[in-house]
């Protein structure tokens, strides 16, 4: 999986999120193994979520990969 132009910050920001919420990560890759887009989230207390990063790559866009990648979150952060 190569995240290649989507990363819309430095490293160092995603890794602020990994670890703390690595459950609120979801992305989707294409049979090639590149990165067709990902979302990030966090909890912030038991009935408050915020998207952080939502990101699809412009090859992929119109396919409703937003809404499937706000889905995979909404169900996560169900779980949560």
């Not at 989507?6 to 703390?20: D, H, T, V």
Request: charged fraction near 15%; glycine fraction near 8%.
């Amino acid at each position: 999986m190569n995240a290649g132009n989507l990363l819309q910050y430095s490293p160092s920001y995603y890794l602020k999120y990994l670890p703390r919420w690595p459950d609120f990560f979801c992305a989707t890759v294409a049979p090639n193994g590149r990165m067709m887009g990902y979302i990030f989230g966090k909890a912030e207390g038991s009935w408050h979520g915020h998207i952080t990063i939502l990101t699809v790559a412009p090859p992929y866009r119109l396919l409703r990969l937003a809404s499937t990648l706000i889905a995979c979150l909404e169900a996560v952060s169900d779980e949560a």
